[in-house]
């Protein structure tokens, strides 16, 4: 992170106080010009993405991520990149939220957030079964004396050298917390973009006759879940940034940073939205 003149301990949580007050004028600000574009809808839209977003970005923290050293057996976690790792959880949730999408927002979001988590849970346990029976190591937290779930001590079960390694109950659990708030969340942005262009797309499109607006509706599928997935990976990278290399899950000190990614995650949400939201307008035209 030095690059960015990051700081030099990877433990510590600073937060400086103008920039929270710039992202915060700059969300209002958004907010207020998706307002005065009057498309019926966008408004709550808009929100929904926010809160997608934020829920993408929140659940990412929970999720355990190893990196390199994981593969070694070195760290705990799996053994992938945080954007690559979110990024699988949240597209095995769109899908569980777009098959159920006909059911409704609360349904379908719920779905969503039912296959992000499944896809995490049987992600991490597959995972210990390569350790422990591939490796030959057991699941160790480097982070923690006691499993904070279970109370299993910790330290005698590292291997010395190492940060620990494996999955602990604890990162497991966290890895299931967190595929459960990013395939909610990026649900949540699918069906409040699918329900904004299902409604305005005929419309500014000119279609009157109920056949033609059905034949919108592929074109509105595809154009929300584009935006989807693109917001989707927007916030898992921010949150890539916001930890900077591998993570344990709940237990681990970097889970406190999670305030600035949240507000990272509502300004690039919203101004990702608002780009969404214009698509419909610039259609019509």
Same mark, same amino acid.
């Given at each position: ?105 609360? /349904? %379908?979001?719920?779905?969503? #957030? ?6 995490? =849970? @049987?992600?991490? $346990?597959? *995972? !210990? ?84 607006? /059905? %034949?919108?509706?592929?074109? #509105? ?6 935006? =989807? @997935?693109?917001? $989707?990976? *927007? !916030? ?50």
């Amino acid at each position: 992170m030095s690059a960015i003149a990051g700081p030099k301990s990877s433990l510590s949580v600073e937060y400086n106080a103008v920039a929270i007050i710039v992202s915060l004028i700059i969300l209002v600000l958004i907010i207020a010009a998706t307002f005065m574009l009057g498309i019926p809808m966008a408004l709550s839209a808009l929100i929904g993405i926010i809160v997608g977003g934020v829920l993408i970005g929140f659940g990412v923290h929970f999720v355990p991520v190893g990196g390199a050293p994981a593969a070694m057996g070195q760290a705990p976690g799996i053994a992938t990149g945080v954007a690559m790792l979110a990024g699988g959880a949240g597209l095995a949730g769109l899908f569980g939220g777009a098959w159920a999408a006909s059911q409704g927002l609360v /349904v %379908a979001t719920v779905t969503g #957030a039912i296959g992000g988590g499944l896809m995490m =849970a @049987i992600t991490c $346990f597959f *995972v !210990n079964v390569i350790y422990v029976f591939g490796m030959g190591v057991p699941a160790a937290s480097g982070k923690v004396k006691k499993d904070p779930i279970t109370g299993d001590t910790q330290p005698e079960f590292k291997s010395q050298g190492t940060e620990g390694h494996g999955l602990p109950f604890v990162s497991f659990v966290g890895g299931v917390i967190g595929g459960i708030f990013g395939g909610g969340g990026g649900t949540l942005v699918y069906m409040m973009l699918l329900g904004l262009y299902t409604a305005t797309l005929p419309k500014l499109m000119g279609s009157q006759s109920v056949a033609n607006s /059905v %034949a919108i509706l592929p074109i #509105a599928v595809s154009l929300a879940g584009v935006f =989807a @997935i693109g917001i $989707f990976l *927007v !916030n898992a990278v921010l949150a890539a940034y916001n930890i900077t290399g591998t993570i344990e899950g709940p237990h681990d000190p970097k889970f406190k940073r999670f305030p600035r990614d949240i507000i990272a995650s509502a300004v690039a949400s919203g101004l990702c939205g608002f780009v969404a939201i214009l698509i419909a307008t610039s259609i019509g035209m």
